[in-house]
């Protein structure tokens, strides 16, 4: 018997198949889960609408979440589907190209608004439309990454924004805790997705990470995936409003390990 058996789960985020979304996705129907998925828009059906047939997903929904009638729509969809909805997943994240390759202080307004009102108040927004459908309690979780506690060169206004992502995952654990309903964050380590390929410099951040790392490894879309199976099973019922680390153990590093890097110039 699966972790998840019998719990119906919606997963927002989902463009490719080497999305963070996708991975928990299969994890969650690896578990036993009645998985949905839901898309941003005509661009990414293309390519999602094979992955859910090769697990034979029947709730498939474009969304975009900058739309509150959208939100409702899908929320009205998932009700007439499952009926009870016991997981929201949040893997959505996005920032104007600009924003990202100029210094932070040159983030522009209007670019300022899209980060956090697609990184951030989407979260929100969709669990206010969940909430409803979680009678019976539930989980939800949304990505995260450390750029939102220290800085991370080239991150700029997506960490101004995971910020206040984390700070909207502890309001809404205060909010829904009454409820039965818990709310958590994964911070996940670089991993190679669409949304990481706009971050300058990640491709050095990717390949230095394990020499920087406690564990020396990089981490995967399934190791995310599967702390995720553990935030939305019964194994976490008395966790809420954390951010769970994935990162092999670099946000406990205060100085990076200087005998790594030289390693890693050596190598170079």
């Known amino acids: 018997m699966g972790l998840l058996e019998g719990k119906n789960a919606v997963v927002f985020g989902v463009a490719n198949k080497y999305s963070i979304a996708w991975a928990i996705a ?12 839901s898309y941003a828009g005509p661009v990414m059906e293309k390519r999602v609408r094979p992955l859910a047939e090769k697990l034979g997903l029947e709730f498939v929904e474009p969304c975009d979440v900058t739309q ?25 994240a996005y920032a104007e190209r600009d924003d990202l390759m100029n210094p ?10 899209t980060a956090m ?6 979260f929100i927004a969709l669990a206010r439309a969940f909430q ?24 700029n206004v997506m960490g101004v924004a995971k910020a ?16 039965g309903i818990r ?17 300058p410099g990640f491709r050095t951040m990717h390949k230095t990470f394990p020499y920087l790392a406690p564990l020396k490894q990089p981490v995967s879309q399934e190791d995310v995936a599967n702390a995720a199976v553990f935030l939305c099973s019964d194994l976490s019922a008395k966790v809420t409003g954390h951010v769970l680390f994935v990162d092999c153990g670099v946000n ?3 100085f990076p390990d200087l005998e790594a890097l030289k390693a890693l110039q050596e190598e170079a």
């Open 26 to 37: 299969q994890a969650f129907h690896r578990e036993g889960a009645n998985v949905g998925i």
């Open 68 to 92: 509150d009638d959208q939100i409702e729509a899908i929320a009205q969809k998932a009700k007439e589907h499952f009926g009870r909805v016991d997981i929201l997943v949040h893997s959505i």
């Open 104 to 113: 932070f202080y040159q983030t522009s307004r209007k670019g300022f608004h």
């Open 117 to 122: 009102d697609i990184s951030v108040y989407s």
């Open 132 to 155: 409803p459908l979680m009678t019976e309690g539930g989980a939800m979780v949304t990505l995260t990454y450390y750029g939102g506690e220290k800085v991370a060169p080239g991150y």
């Open 164 to 179: 206040a992502l984390e700070a909207s995952m502890r309001y809404l654990a205060y909010n829904f805790g009454p409820m």
């Open 183 to 199: 709310v958590n964050a994964i911070s996940a380590g670089p991993i190679k997705t669409l949304a990481a390929s706009g971050v």
């Open 252 to 254: 406990i590093m205060a």
